[in-house]
């Protein structure tokens, strides 16, 4: 073998290091991707496990009705409205970061399209409401961009989605760990 042949192996093997590296950093790219999304998961069912959301889902299934007014909302305790808080704007930043993409869009959906399959009507109206409380006490005017606007944003693009074809239970029946 002489140094040209030997020059050009080297060559190769150099170039197939830095394949070998580029294709190590694709990989290592793609598992911090999935694991940020197993992580956004787990926030996300942390969320709605959480006392205040559940007590908020329970609020505005048991306590307010379809038209409910800013009235009814005076009518309940601090805490109650403190909870209805939290799940607007939890929800509503939910909604910016799905629609930044640092959500995944299904994701999100497969774990609120149930919910707001329950609640969406009461909670475009728990938005409303907050917003005519806002006007209210002069924090913004009739013109203003809604503050809550991505929550509804949200539900809208939910509800655009199919209605799940059957249950969990009966879809993944057969879906082993």
């Not at 999100?108 to 728990?126: D, G, H, M, T, Y």
Request: zero cysteines; hydrophobic letters at 45%.
């Amino acid at each position: 073998m002489n140094l040209e042949d030997a020059a050009n192996i080297g060559e190769i093997l150099g170039g197939l290091a830095i394949l070998a590296t580029l294709i190590f950093g694709l990989r290592q790219i793609i598992e911090l991707n999935k694991s940020k999304e197993r992580e956004a998961a787990r926030d996300i069912a942390n969320l709605l496990s959480s006392p205040m959301y559940q007590r908020a889902i329970s609020i505005i299934v048991n306590e307010l009705t379809d038209d409910f007014s800013l009235a009814d909302l005076g009518r309940l305790s601090r805490e109650e409205k403190d909870m209805l808080n939290f799940m607007a704007i939890n929800t509503n930043s939910i909604a910016i970061m799905t629609f930044d993409r640092q959500l995944s869009f299904s994701t999100v959906a497969r774990f609120f399209q149930p919910l707001f399959k329950i609640i969406s009507v009461r909670f475009r109206r728990l938005t409303e409401v907050l917003e005519e409380n806002v006007r209210r006490q002069g924090a913004y005017n009739e013109t203003d961009v809604s503050a809550l606007s991505w929550s509804i944003w949200l539900i809208d693009r939910i509800e655009e989605l199919p209605p799940a074809e059957k249950s969990a239970n009966v879809l993944y029946r057969n879906w082993k760990p």
